[in-house]
């Protein structure tokens, strides 16, 4: 099964609103990393969290991390029509990456 | 920097044939990754490299897929033979070892696979 299963599968805003994505997974891990993939693209880093870290900022980004409950959630803020693309977590456990389902955002004018 | 490069972008062949798939991954990152992406798995993890040395394996799905990866700037996935089911998108990644875990992956644009 999955390790990073993220929540919801889809979401639909406006523009200038803010989105937010969660993923949960079940086992220890080093690090989480979130990434976006636009449409017939290869996928784009946006940020990593380290275990011992609860929050990280990256310009209209912001990702926390809650290890006691085994998740995270990315936080887009004033979102905009190139925000749309799905974006997916990522846990480093167990000598690898593992991907979760992904969250397709659509960001509509 | 080009970052990661692959090749073919696309690819249609017939059920039974062999397939290469081809990435050359950023100068000087000594991580190497194939994944595979559908609409039912999600993105797969299939094998992975550090320095050229195969480390895991274990997402590979049959015999019929292999990987090499003979000198640091490229790697090669080939399927043989190919069947509809392995129709696919096949996204290779390249990292730099960091303290502490996996770091950031550059993806590649991906080669899109159709077996007819």
């Known amino acids: 099964s999955q390790q990073g299963e993220e929540d919801p599968q889809a979401l639909s805003i406006q523009e200038g609103e803010n989105a937010t994505m969660n993923c949960s997974y079940k086992?220890?891990?080093?690090?989480l990393q979130w990434y976006r993939q636009n449409s017939g693209r290869g996928l784009v880093h946006l940020i990593l969290i380290r275990s011992n870290e609860r929050e990280k900022h990256s310009g209209r980004l912001r990702v926390t991390l809650d290890t006691s409950k085994k998740s995270s959630s990315l936080l887009i803020t004033a979102s905009r029509a190139a925000d749309t693309a799905s974006y997916f977590c990522?846990?480093?456990?167990?000598?690898?990456?593992?991907f979760g389902t992904g969250t397709q955002l659509k960001v509509e004018l | 920097d080009a970052g990661v490069i692959q090749s073919p972008r696309h690819e249609v062949t017939e059920m039974g044939q062999e397939v290469t798939l081809r990435c050359k991954p950023i100068?000087?990152?000594?991580?190497l990754f194939w994944y595979r992406q559908t609409m039912m798995r999600g993105l797969e993890l299939l094998i992975y490299?550090?320095?050229?040395?195969?480390?895991?394996d274990s997402g590979m799905p049959e015999d019929r897929f292999s990987a090499k990866m003979p000198n640091a700037s490229f790697s090669t996935l080939k399927i043989q033979p190919s069947e509809p089911r392995d129709s696919a998108v096949y996204f290779c990644?390249?990292?730099?070892?960091?303290?502490?875990?996996?770091?950031?992956?550059?993806f590649g644009p991906g080669t899109r696979l159709t077996v007819l």
């Open positions: 990522a846990t480093d456990a167990m000598g690898k990456l593992t």
């Open positions: 990644a390249s990292s730099l070892a960091r303290g502490g875990g996996h770091s950031e992956q550059f």
């Open positions: 086992t220890s891990i080093n690090n």
């Open positions: 490299f550090n320095n050229n040395v195969p480390i895991d």
């Open positions: 100068s000087g990152h000594d991580y």
